[in-house]
């Protein structure tokens, strides 16, 4: 058996898609997630990203060698804004750090961001200085300092946060002949979209669907995860791909009809 692709939030949603799409294309791979999933429990890793010492003790029961990594894990919503952003980015981010020295050199990494961070640029101040802390801690000190500039949206400053820090962590994997690439979904359905529609507020969340036709599925990600990760896209490195069927091209070109 070759080396596994190590999936974050294999267990459901847009996890469970790539997890499904890779194994049916032949990919041995490693789901780490907080709970297992219905099937492939012997291909599970305990691991909660909220937790340092989980994402080092995971860390430990992975392989030398894996053939990629995608990291999908997150939360939408919580009473402590600080785990939401804990998870989607501190976690996350510590996680990739450690594993991309294991990925095989010519193989990807693909971070699952959101459409709702690719305007990282605009709240560059506040994103620059948490991507600035060097460790899960030390990131986790500055949110506590600084807590009044980010709670308030504290889901987006998450994915903006990711999403920027493809751009850093593009040059540490050119170095070991690695790619990182980000994907940024729009509205998809998941069992965090009850969660989202509260977030964008139910009008502003009916509208975007009815202006795409519809929400997306997590199978729309998976093909673009399973390419960006593991296929003909060696020249491909940090860049950030919106995955919204259109919303956000429509935004910019105005050509949407309300």
Same mark, same amino acid.
């Given at each position: 058996m070759g080396a596994p692709v190590v999936i974050t939030g294999g267990s459901s949603g847009i996890g469970r898609a790539i997890e499904v *799409? @890779? *194994?049916?294309?032949?990919?041995?791979? @490693?789901?780490? +997630?907080?709970? /297992?999933?219905t099937d492939h429990t012997l291909d599970?890793?305990?691991?909660?990203?909220?937790? /340092?010492?989980?994402?080092?003790? %995971?860390? +430990?029961?992975l392989p030398r060698e894996i053939a990629g990594l995608i990291c999908v894990a997150g939360v939408g919503s919580s009473d402590d804004p600080a785990k939401i952003v804990r998870i989607n980015f501190l976690?996350? *981010?510590?996680?990739?750090?450690?594993?991309?020295?294991?990925? *095989?050199?010519?193989?990807? &990494?693909?971070? &699952?961001?959101?459409?709702? =961070?690719?305007?990282?640029s605009?709240?560059?101040?506040?994103?620059?200085?948490?991507? =600035?802390?060097?460790?899960?801690?030390?990131?986790?000190?500055?949110?506590?300092?600084?807590?009044?500039?980010?709670? +308030?949206?504290?889901?987006k400053f998450s994915k903006q946060c990711l999403a920027a820090y493809t751009y850093h962590a593009a040059e540490k994997a050119l170095e070991l002949g690695l790619r990182v690439n980000c994907i940024n979904p729009g509205i998809t359905d998941t069992r965090l979209s009850a969660g989202f529609r509260k977030l964008l507020g139910p009008d502003n969340y009916d509208r975007i669907t009815r202006l795409?036709?519809?929400?997306?599925? /997590?199978?729309?990600? %998976?093909?673009?995860?399973?390419?960006?990760?593991?296929?003909?896209?060696?020249?491909?490195?940090?860049?950030? &791909?919106?995955?919204?069927?259109?919303y956000h091209a429509g935004m910019i070109a105005g050509w949407h009809k309300e």
């Amino acid at each position: 058996m070759g080396a596994p692709v190590v999936i974050t939030g294999g267990s459901s949603g847009i996890g469970r898609a790539i997890e499904v *799409r @890779l *194994r049916s294309a032949g990919y041995q791979t @490693l789901n780490l +997630d907080i709970v /297992p999933s219905t099937d492939h429990t012997l291909d599970y890793i305990h691991c909660d990203l909220n937790d /340092p010492e989980q994402i080092a003790s %995971a860390i +430990d029961h992975l392989p030398r060698e894996i053939a990629g990594l995608i990291c999908v894990a997150g939360v939408g919503s919580s009473d402590d804004p600080a785990k939401i952003v804990r998870i989607n980015f501190l976690g996350t *981010r510590c996680l990739t750090d450690s594993l991309m020295s294991r990925v *095989r050199a010519g193989s990807g &990494i693909t971070l &699952i961001a959101s459409s709702a =961070g690719r305007d990282w640029s605009e709240n560059r101040q506040q994103v620059d200085a948490l991507l =600035g802390t060097d460790t899960f801690t030390a990131g986790v000190d500055w949110l506590v300092e600084n807590h009044a500039k980010w709670s +308030d949206q504290a889901y987006k400053f998450s994915k903006q946060c990711l999403a920027a820090y493809t751009y850093h962590a593009a040059e540490k994997a050119l170095e070991l002949g690695l790619r990182v690439n980000c994907i940024n979904p729009g509205i998809t359905d998941t069992r965090l979209s009850a969660g989202f529609r509260k977030l964008l507020g139910p009008d502003n969340y009916d509208r975007i669907t009815r202006l795409t036709g519809r929400a997306g599925q /997590p199978e729309d990600i %998976a093909g673009l995860a399973e390419f960006l990760t593991l296929g003909d896209a060696h020249w491909i490195n940090g860049v950030e &791909i919106t995955v919204d069927g259109g919303y956000h091209a429509g935004m910019i070109a105005g050509w949407h009809k309300e």
